[in-house]
């Protein structure tokens, strides 16, 4: 069989569509909505070959219309968990054999069809079963996703690039295989490029895995899983299922095959998860990889020099987009006395222009939060915020989940930087601002830097290099992504991997050649072309 040295496509970003009124694309996307809410669909757990369903239907709603029912999903228990690890152990051996350029073509292949033929369905589906308007799906699940698939595989072959020196005499080579044993991954419900990212970057090492997404996410996992089957991934090879976390948790995590754990979601569950697979570490073969995304209390600094109109628009829209749903959305701003009363100014003018509503109304900046849950601890929050005399509403406040789960855009002015909502992580619309001294720069960035105990993403607004260069050195531990003159949001694929350290998370860096490095596991190889024939070193001689 002939052989060669495979170069990857070189990948470029996905360009990002407008949806602008009279383009192509909003009517396309319109009238795929209009399909979507008129169906009710029924979505099995995809195990090996076989797609099951259980007769344990759990109803699909969308957040901004929850009386709606968009169709039922059938949730498994540990028999099922149990039937998915078995599916991926098996398929193992023939997946991690085949030549990884046949890997990097099912994952391109599936990259093409969400860029064309599924583009508008898997960005309906994550604008009705996560209530998102339609550039923040756009950009999540058409182009986030895309990237993650094209780049991946060129890191891919970055990786096995990767090849030691040798001297003479010598050939020296390292190999890259998969884990011993199957990944497991658990996805969240905000982003559905990072849960198809998660279960893909290792299958696509030749890994085989278990893949877990949020209850609130099945919908669009749905159709990364149509999108993946369609491309050619063989069976076993990503099993989804839909089961309480516990009860996964309980069968995977005492597996003797268990071999890495691709998690985003809370720094709680997180910790948990971690220590329950400490407890049991020598039930296992090997070291599990360990690699978590998790909370954030994201910060917007302004320096005295900042403009204020740009800072202002930042935390416009690194608040509330996706209702601040995003692990990196800002959640505490430090803003100094000379520019507030001009930065509050072009907030609240703002805000009295954000309309709040469903998706499927492309006006509608602001949609639903996730769930009831979720509804109700944001707004609890808010009284919380209200309550307390060390804190001002200026904007918004109010929420109603009647219809749809919605919280008005908020943003809290405390006199107390280490107030709750300073601190705590609330993954809803809702941001405090801090004025200080314009003077205590410095100072301020220690509070920072000591405020929070996540450390994902972070920005400094400034037209002083100097404050620049001090603000970086100074939370330079504060923030895996730290953005100079943005918002702390929007990292892209190639461009800004993501991750950050301290209670945010391991920092393994989606969409870069290091996530990659973590499911794999080398093995040097040494080849002598001419072996020694006499066990003395000349130093022996007389």
């Known amino acids: 069989m002939p052989k060669g040295i495979y170069k990857i496509p070189t990948p470029t970003n996905e360009p990002v569509l407008s949806y602008a009124p009279g383009t192509a694309e909003r009517e396309t996307l319109k009238k795929a909505l209009e399909e979507t809410r008129a169906k009710e669909v029924e979505v099995p757990m995809y195990i090996g070959s076989e797609e099951v369903t259980t007769g344990n239907k759990i109803a699909m709603t969308p957040p901004h219309d929850h009386k709606h029912v968009l169709g039922y999903f059938h949730e498994g228990d540990s028999s099922h968990v149990e039937q ?23 994952f391109l292949k599936a990259a093409d069809l969400i860029a064309g033929p599924y583009r508008n369905k898997i960005n309906a589906a994550t604008m009705m079963g996560q209530s998102k308007n339609a550039f923040q799906a756009e950009i999540d699940s058409a182009c986030e996703i895309v ?56 299958a696509l090492m030749g890994n085989t895995v278990v893949w877990k997404p949020a209850y609130s996410q099945v919908y669009s996992a749905n159709i990364i899983m149509q999108v993946f089957k369609e491309a050619g991934l063989p069976d076993g090879v990503i099993n989804l299922i839909f089961v309480d976390g516990p009860v996964a948790g309980d069968v995977i995590f005492n597996h003797p095959e268990f071999a890495g754990l691709h998690f985003t979601g809370s720094t709680a569950v997180f910790k948990q998860l971690w220590k329950t697979i400490g407890q049991n570490i020598d039930k296992y073969r090997t070291y599990p990889r360990i690699v978590g995304e998790t909370g954030g209390k994201d910060f917007i600094m302004a320096h005295k020099s900042a403009y204020a109109k740009r800072l202002a628009t930042a935390i416009v829209r690194g608040s509330f987009e996706f209702q601040g749903q995003k692990c990196s959305a800002a959640s505490r701003v430090y803003v100094p006395s000379n520019l507030w009363e001009e930065v509050k100014g072009y907030i609240i003018e703002d805000i009295k222009t954000l309309k709040v509503g469903s998706p499927e109304d492309f006006s509608n900046f602001v949609n639903a939060v996730i769930d009831e849950n979720a509804f109700d601890k944001i707004a609890g929050y808010i009284d919380k915020a209200k309550a307390n005399d060390m804190n001002e509403i200026i904007a918004g406040g109010g929420y109603d989940k009647s219809k749809g789960y919605f919280i008005e855009p908020t943003v809290i002015e405390t006199k107390d930087p280490q107030s709750l909502t300073m601190c705590e992580e609330i993954f809803g619309p809702v941001v405090t601002i801090y004025v200080y001294h314009a003077e205590n720069f410095e100072d301020t960035l220690e509070l920072v830097n000591s405020t929070s105990p996540y450390a994902l993403t972070g920005a400094i607004f400034s037209t002083d290099r100097y404050a620049i260069d001090l603000a970086a050195k100074k939370l330079v531990h504060a923030a895996g992504n730290f953005y100079i003159n943005d918002k702390p949001t929007g990292a892209v694929v190639g461009q800004q991997p993501f991750g950050g350290a301290r209670g945010s998370g391991t920092n ?35």
């Open 84 to 106: 998915a690890i078995n599916a991926a152990l098996g398929a193992k051996e023939a997946w991690a054999s085949l030549s990884w350029e046949h890997r990097a073509s099912v």
């Open 147 to 202: 990237d993650f698939l094209r780049f991946n595989a060129h890191f891919m072959q970055q990786i096995y690039d990767d090849q030691p020196s040798s001297s003479p005499g010598v050939w020296n080579r390292t190999e890259y295989r998969p884990l011993e044993g199957f990944v497991f991954a658990i996805t969240p419900f905000n982003f559905t490029a990072i849960a198809g990212n998660l279960p893909a970057s290792a």
């Open 508 to 542: 393994d860096k989606a969409g870069s050649a290091l996530n990659l490095l973590r499911w794999v596991s080398s093995r040097t190889i040494k080849e002598t072309f001419n072996a020694p024939t006499d066990y003395r070193y000349p130093f022996l001689g007389e």
